[in-house]
């Protein structure tokens, strides 16, 4: 059976009011719903409630109490300023479902963190760098059930890596095959390196250094994992 609204479960509250208006004839008090509104209920906002006591001439105390025993009796806790569900199944405001595409930020935000990094100490004036996002692939939104906040991702990522090591020109790949919401600890995240000839001796000395770094790429990870469940 559909709950009554808020207006109609206060009626002695606003009969209250209405009690303090008649005695004020150049105030008249008017509820009135709007043509198209079928939920029988509405939803208001403090600073709105404010205002139109303020305008209808209603006392501050009085206001402050009515709008307490309106919160008292709410049945919805109303989250974002979204309405409350309608009979008629109709998704008003998104309240029953909306999602938000974070796949584009994702790798936007994955290139910033990693992209550009330079390894440091490599000898004889040596560098290596993250020079380039080669692919990031998969998904990642964010979603709203009912007020229930879903964050879902599921990326595989590749970046390139390029530089010289004992003069030698050195490239290879960076691979992150599985940043999930599924891992609950970003530092267990996978990551693999990879060299462009592994049975050369500047590239194999390349990976280790690349390796010492692995804690550095874990903090970004970290990073990574708290901002987009932060979205």
Known sequence: PRKRSIVSQNRSW???????HERRPSVELTIR??????????????????QASA???VEVNVAQELWAKLAESSTQRIIAGATAPRKDA??????HWSEMDLAEWAKERLT??????????????????LSKMESCEGEASVSNRKGKRIVAFELDVKITWKGQ?????VEGTL?????SEDVKDPSEYEIKLTAKEPTDESHKASLRYLKKELPVFKEKLKAFYAEINAK
């Open 14 to 20: 606003w009969s209250r009011l209405w009690h303090q």
């Open 33 to 50: 719903m709007a043509a198209n509104d079928k939920t029988g209920s509405l939803f208001i906002t403090k600073e709105k409630f404010d």
């Open 175 to 179: 691979h992150m095959p599985y940043i």
């Open 112 to 129: 910033e963190l990693f992209v550009g990094y330079a390894v440091p100490g490599i000898p004889n004036k040596g560098k290596i760098q």
């Open 90 to 95: 109709s998704n008003v405001n998104q309240w």
């Open 165 to 169: 090591v004992d003069y030698d020109d």
């Open 55 to 57: 305008e209808c001439g």
